[in-house]
């Protein structure tokens, strides 16, 4: 019997470790088998979401549209030394080395890693779950886009509201205005002006809090220069069907509230007698096993040190920052390519890999149509230019995981896609 090396989660950090290991697990195939776990058949490309909620009516029963967000992880392992087994993953039983799967029951596992990723946090916000709409799978954007056309169609004036002013949050409101006012020119042949009112609000001083300040300034001017009204140091207290009570007491009236207001650890991590951190993420050390919550010094990780953790349902110092470790696609492949390397050294009795964070990662932010900023870290740049260095970015991740022709013919369809509105 072969010992199994399971990967939880075939997200942005699963993928990569799967990949990485499958790579680089040579002869140790013979005594080591690799399975990967996902509750989907793809792989969700989050940094095109946004794009889904917006998507023309004419396109949006398509169905190579969903092909363009949701990668199959099929396509991902083939010819490999991977087994995929889709199941949702409902509990966990360290002791004896097994993990729980919804439809196949108990797992054993002689390595174990977490990419689960994350889930909407509604900080327990009095109706802010029940009147807003999430934007965390390709369902909810399908689900906004159709709320939008609904509205359109029934109010000659609207009022979106976009709560929580992270990248995610920019860009979708971003999107929205001109999709917005594209559906209104269609349903009255342009004889009508668009109606529409766009706010963004969020908690922080700033909007993109974490952000560079210039990246921040440029933000805002571009926003405010498509018509967003932003309302910062603004926190939304309690939620009703057609508006929102801030701390301070002020009412917000709207006809669509989107929370992009922020992520935690997956609830069901609740059951399964890890030890969190205050976001419900696990708590890891540096070489990415999970640990005991007994400060850095001494850290205890559980399950021998063959339990790891990656991306979003992980959490660590930053030691460059001194502040948590930001939950991003850069650091969850980076954090799977670590993985996979320390539970091969582990096998071959090799040293573990400390995993090092970057200062800081690169990103790219759409702020409407073809208008990114593009930040590498050593130079930066924006407009049409960052759109594109966008788009490349996208390639090279499909290339990363699909064969060639597949990933090229994702890769133009999207474009085809995403810029039929602008
Ligand atoms: C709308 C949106 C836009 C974003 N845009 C960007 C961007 O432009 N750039 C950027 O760097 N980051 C972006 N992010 C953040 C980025 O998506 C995450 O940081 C990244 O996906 C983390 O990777 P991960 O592997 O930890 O988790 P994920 O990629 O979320 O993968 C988790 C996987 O676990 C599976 N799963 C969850 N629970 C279970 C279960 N119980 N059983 C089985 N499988 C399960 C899920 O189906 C999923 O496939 C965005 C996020 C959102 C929501």
């Excluded at 490309?45 to 396109?59: K, S």
């Excluded at 029940?130 to 009022?159: C, M, N």
Aim: glycine fraction near 8%; include cysteine; hydrophobic fraction near 40%.
């Amino acid at each position: 019997m072969k010992k199994n090396i399971v990967i939880l989660g075939a997200g942005f950090g699963g993928i990569t470790a799967v990949l990485k290991l499958a790579k680089k697990i040579g002869r140790l195939s013979e005594e080591y088998k690799i399975i990967l776990i996902d509750k989907y058949h793809h792989q969700l490309y989050t940094p095109a979401l946004y794009e889904i909620a917006a998507i023309p009516m004419e396109y949006a029963d398509d169905i190579p549209l969903k092909s363009s967000v949701l990668i199959p992880v099929a396509d991902a392992v083939k010819r490999k030394p991977i087994t995929f087994i889709c199941d949702e993953v409902s509990g966990l039983k360290e002791q004896e080395k097994k993990v729980i799967l919804k439809k196949g029951g108990d797992l054993s596992f002689e390595y174990l890693v977490f990419a689960l990723g994350a889930e909407t946090n509604y900080f327990n916000i009095p109706g802010l779950r029940e009147h807003s709409y999430p934007l965390k799978t390709f369902d909810d954007g399908a689900r906004l886009r159709s709320k939008i056309e609904e509205l359109v169609q029934k109010k000659d004036e609207i009022k979106i509201t976009v709560g929580g002013a992270g990248a995610s949050g920019v860009e979708l409101v971003a999107e929205f205005i001109n999709f917005v006012c594209a559906i209104k020119e269609k349903i009255d042949n342009g004889k009508n002006v668009c109606n529409a009112h766009f706010l963004l609000v969020e908690a922080s001083l700033e909007i993109l809090p974490g952000f560079d300040a210039v990246i921040v300034e440029k933000t805002k001017k571009r926003l405010e220069n498509l018509g967003v009204r932003i309302k910062t140091n603004t926190t939304i207290a309690e939620v009703n069907a057609d508006h929102f009570i801030c701390k301070d007491g002020k009412k917000e009236n709207f006809d669509l509230l989107i929370w992009t207001g922020g992520v935690k650890g997956p609830e069901i991590f609740g059951n399964f007698g890890l030890p969190l951190s205050q976001k419900g993420s696990t708590i890891i050390n540096e070489y990415l096993q999970i640990q005991e919550q007994n400060g850095p010094k001494s850290p205890v990780a559980i399950g021998q040190g063959h339990i790891f953790a990656i991306g979003d349902n992980s959490s660590m110092i930053n030691p460059k920052t001194g502040k948590p470790l930001i939950w991003n696609v850069p650091v969850a492949e980076a954090e799977g390519r670590i993985a996979a390397k320390n539970i091969l050294r582990s096998i071959t009795g090799k040293p573990l890999k400390k995993f090092t964070p970057a200062k800081k990662y690169p990103f790219i932010l759409t702020i409407g149509k073809k208008y990114a900023i593009a930040d590498f870290v050593y130079f930066k740049f924006c407009g049409f230019t960052g759109w594109f260095a966008k788009q490349l970015v996208e390639l090279r991740y499909l290339l990363f995981i699909l064969p060639p022709q597949k990933a090229i013919r994702t890769w133009l369809l999207a474009i085809r896609y995403y810029t039929s509105n602008d």
